[in-house]
C-alpha cells in the first residue's frame, strides 16, 4: 500500500533539554567524549575512541578541515555606543560581510572604530550596504587597518573565539581562564584552512590516537572545507520549512579527495562524513556537480543523500536545520528516540558535548 510521504512542520523538531546537559566545557580528552551508536535500535553507549572498532577497513571517514577564525570584534560607533561583529566571511583583502550586533544599526557611509579605532592601534569599519542585498541579514564592511593590514590578519590580531551562544565565557577573555582552553579545544585537531566562524564539532572528538587506529584498520581518510558560518545555529522560525531562508556557506573539494571517493565507490567502502558540514559539502558537489562554489543547501526529510553512507555527528538544537538534517538522513522516528535515550543517559549536548554514529536509512 503506498502511503504518501508525511509533512514536517517546525515543531516537529523540538524537544525538552535539561539545561545541565549543555556542555560548558569539552570533555578531558577529545576522544574520551561518550558515543551513542545509534545504528541499531536499542542503541548501544560507547566512547569516541572506540569509533574506529565500529567502521570495516575499506571506508573512508571524510573530514571538514576548516579552521575557526577569531571572528568576533568589538568597537564603538562614532557616537560612542557600543557595537559587536561577527565576521561571516570575507569577500576580499580587506572587505568582510559580518552580522552586527548594535542597539540602532548605523547608516551606510558611516565609520565603526573596532578595538579601539584606527588612531589608538585597532582599525576602521566603514559600512557599505547590507548584504547580499538590501533587505539581507548581513552586513559588507571595508576595514581600514594599519599599513593595509589584510582582514584575516585584523581578526587574529584583534578578534575573539566566536564560541556559540549557549556557551557561557566572559567577554574579556583575559579573565576568563577557559578561553585559553577554547583556543586549543574548539579547533579540530585537523584545522588548517581559515574561515569558519563556527567548529565542525563532530571533528572535534578526533585525536591523534583515533586517526592511528583508523589509519591502522585500514580505514582510509580524506578531507573537505566548508567555511562554517554563524547561521549554521539560527533556530528555524517558520513553521512551514520551505518559507526558511538557509545561510550560504563556501566549500571546496579537492581533486585528491575526489579520487579517494571514488576508489571507495570502486572497492564497496562506506563513506563516513563527519559533522553535518561535511553532509553539505558531499551533497551539494553531488548535486550540482561543483567540487567548490557557494552552497545552501537545505536537507530536510526526504532528501534523497547520493553520498553518505554514515554519520558521525554531535547532539543538536531544537529546532534546528541540523536537526532536520540528521532526521532526514537517520529517519525522523529513530533519531527523536535516540534523542529521549541521549537525555535519559545524559549525554551532553551541541559543540563541546558528545557524538552518535548514524547509518543513513535506505527508504
Known amino acids: 500500500m503506498h502511503h504518501s510521504p508525511r509533512t514536517f512542520t517546525l515543531s516537529d523538531f523540538d524537544f525538552a533539554l535539561p539545561e545541565p546537559l549543555i556542555a560548558q566545557h569539552p570533555a578531558p580528552e577529545r576522544s574520551a567524549s561518550r558515543l551513542l551508536d545509534g545504528r541499531a535500535s536499542p542503541p548501544s553507549d560507547r566512547i569516541f575512541r572506540e569509533l574506529p572498532g565500529l567502521l570495516t577497513p575499506g571506508d573512508l571517514v571524510v573530514f571538514n578541515d576548516t579552521r575557526v577564525v577569531k571572528a568576533r570584534l568589538f568597537g564603538e ?31 551606510p557611509g558611516a565609520t565603526i572604530h573596532m578595538a579601539g579605532g584606527l588612531a589608538a592601534g ?72 581559515p574561515g569558519a566562524v563556527a567548529a565542525p564539532t563532530a571533528a572535534l572528538h578526533f585525536d591523534a590516537a583515533v586517526l592511528a587506529d583508523l589509519a591502522a584498520r585500514g580505514v582510509d581518510t580524506a578531507s573537505v572545507t566548508l567555511h562554517v558560518g554563524a547561521g549554521t545555529f539560527q533556530p528555524v522560525k517558520t513553521e512551514n520549512l520551505a518559507e526558511h531562508r538557509m545561510h550560504s556557506e563556501w566549500y571546496d573539494i579537492p ?38 562554489g557557494d552552497t545552501s543547501i537545505f536537507i530536510t526529510p526526504g532528501f534523497g543523500f547520493q553520498v553518505a553512507d554514515l554519520l558521525v555527528t554531535n547532539f543538536h538544537l531544537p529546532k534546528s536545520t541540523l536537526m532536520m538534517l540528521v ?26 558535548g558528545d557524538a552518535m554514529l548514524l547509518e543513513r536509512q535506505h527508504s
Open 255 to 292: 581533486l585528491e579527495t575526489l579520487a579517494r571517493l571514488e576508489r571507495c565507490r570502486q572497492r564497496g567502502g562506506r563513506v563516513v562524513a563527519v559533522g553535518t558540514t561535511t553532509v553539505r559539502t558531499l551533497e551539494s558537489w553531488a548535486q550540482s556537480g561543483r567540487a567548490t
Open 122 to 193: 585597532g582599525f576602521d569599519a566603514r559600512l557599505i550596504a547590507r548584504w547580499p542585498d538590501d533587505n539581507g541579514p548581513l552586513f559588507r564592511f571595508h576595514l581600514q587597518g594599519p599599513a593595509g593590514a589584510s582582514a584575516w590578519e585584523l581578526m587574529e590580531r584583534h578578534g575573539h573565539l566566536p564560541l556559540p551562544p549557549y556557551i557561557a565565557r566572559q567577554q574579556n577573555a583575559a579573565h576568563d581562564p577557559d578561553a585559553a582552553g577554547d583556543a586549543e579545544r574548539y579547533q579540530t585537531v585537523f584545522a588548517r584552512a
Open 77 to 107: 560607533k562614532a557616537s560612542g555606543g557600543k557595537l559587536e561583529l561577527l565576521i561571516e566571511r570575507v569577500l576580499t583583502g580587506n572587505e568582510v560581510v559580518a552580522h552586527m550586533k548594535v542597539s540602532k544599526k548605523p547608516l
Open 327 to 352: 532526521s532526514a538522513f537517520a529517519g525522523y522516528e529513530h533519531v527523536m528516540a535516540l534523542y529521549r535515550h541521549a537525555v535519559a543517559q545524559r549525554y551532553r549536548f551541541f559543540s563541546y
